[in-house]
């Protein structure tokens, strides 16, 4: 066994070799350096603004849905260790895989009938990408090689995503120009409970209609728009896209890797509409936040569509595809989260945090205070001061990660009662420093 660091030496190290995610190389800010987890709580190597451990306001980027090291996803995970922890997927299977393919295809709209399992939630977007390029090509349709998405989304990092996320407002604007040329509709208006703007409906339907001949599909992540700004709208513009991608031959994808697995309070945000897609990207808390792994999810009719064409089988080989211990956990978390009365916990956050964050309306500043399911978010005029609002979340005892405009939690279902109310103090501090 290696020698331990001292924290100074991990800080050292890191700072000298460790490029963290959206910052630059080397680093402008020290991260706070995190030793252990338990339930939801992170114990911290060097104390932080006084505070040796923090409640979790992030669920580890929305992932740790059972919070830390839970004893069953630790019995699922060791188990799988003495069995095997890797096998290649290419002309072999395993049970793990088998059996979370079929709770995947059991749990989400019933059209959706074939799993795809891939590395990360962007990788889950790039495979759906291609299974509708090659869906079309398979068909004698080349031309419908396009994606149209609306403005106020985010999909991933990698290249296909990137190129249907906001393309001025989102951090890939820089790309433009190089990225795929897709079409881009208007925002959806805001509002969870809003009743659906006929105007932006016939927006919508005009789009897919003008567009139809060339396009493969259309992509987005339904009822909540996350890392492109935390906004919420009507499940009733899924149901028009439906119709409309049902009346002009266009593919549907929901990407659903932040929305799924109860986030929104339903245990997937197309459920709020009643609407199936045709193809479904899941990832995030499939694992309880405990490995990457994310998945794909097809109809027949498409699966059927690409097999029937000149390349009948979908290229896509990731060589960690169906990692047998990812998969074990991931399918010990499903079943740990549909074992409980998990609209229950999801639902007591919810009123947790509209308590919560009520005190931030009257912050100077605050544009808006929205919360739905797991979700609370306050959101400024004003970019945030990044630095000076965590460190005031961070003096309230919670680890929280604003970015843009937006000061947010999505905090582990876990969550006490006096835990959330934490949280949503540290939200209100976080708005007044930031």
């Known amino acids: 066994m290696p020698e331990p660091l001292t924290p100074a030496d991990v800080l050292a190290l890191d700072r000298e070799h460790v490029w963290h995610p959206y910052g630059p190389m080397p680093g402008r800010t020290e991260p706070l350096l995190v030793e252990s987890a338990a339930g939801v709580r992170l114990r911290l190597g060097r104390p932080a603004e006084g505070r040796t451990e923090l409640v979790d306001g992030m669920a580890s980027w929305w992932s740790a849905v059972h919070g830390y090291n839970h004893p069953v996803l ?37 059209p959706l009938r074939h799993v795809f399992l891939a590395d990360s939630g962007s990788v889950s977007v790039e ?33 296909q995503p990137m190129a249907v996320c906001d393309p001025d407002g989102g951090m890939h604007h820089f790309w433009q120009g190089v990225l795929p040329r897709q079409v881009f509709a208007d925002a959806p208006p805001a509002g969870f409970d809003a009743p659906p703007d006929a105007g932006y409906a016939a927006h919508l339907r005009e789009l897919i209609a003008r567009h139809a001949d060339e396009l ?13 700004g935390m906004s919420f709208h009507s499940p009733g513009y899924l149901r028009v896209l439906r119709e409309a991608c049902d009346a002009h031959g266009v593919l549907l994808v929901f990407d659903e890797i932040a929305t799924g697995f109860g986030r929104t309070g339903a245990l997937f945000a197309a459920g709020h509409a009643a609407v199936a897609p045709d193809v479904m990207c899941l990832g995030k808390a499939l694992t309880g936040g405990y490995l990457t792994l994310a998945a794909t999810l097809c109809t027949a009719e498409v699966a059927g569509g690409i097999a029937r064409g000149e390349l009948p089988v979908l290229a896509h080989g990731p060589t960690f595809m169906g990692n047998p211990l990812a998969a074990a956990v991931a399918d010990a978390s499903v079943e740990l989260l549909l074992s409980q009365d998990w609209t229950r916990e999801v639902k007591r956050i919810e009123t947790g945090l509209r308590d919560g964050l009520a005190a931030a309306r009257d912050v ?37 990660r604003p970015f843009r405009d937006l000061i947010y939690t999505m905090p582990p279902y876990i969550t006490g009662d006096e835990d959330v109310a934490r949280i949503g103090a540290a939200v209100c501090a976080a708005a007044r420093a930031g």
């Open 74 to 110: 630790n019995d699922a995970a060791r188990g799988q260790l003495e069995r095997m922890s890797h096998v290649m997927f290419g002309g072999l299977t395993h049970e793990p895989a088998v059996r979370l393919a079929k709770r995947l295809v059991d749990i989400t709209p019933e």
């Open 216 to 228: 493969a599909a259309v992509i987005v992540e339904p009822v909540v728009q996350g890392a492109g």
């Open 127 to 159: 495979v759906a990408v291609k299974m509708c390029l090659q869906y079309w090509r398979s068909l004698g349709k080349p031309r419908k090689q396009r994606l149209l998405t609306w403005r106020g989304g985010y999909h991933g990092d990698t290249w």
């Open 364 to 400: 100077p500043g605050v544009r808006d205070v929205r919360v739905l399911g797991a979700i609370g978010v306050v959101q400024l005029d004003h970019p945030v001061d990044m630095a000076a609002a965590t460190r005031a979340a961070v003096r309230e005892g919670v680890w929280l």
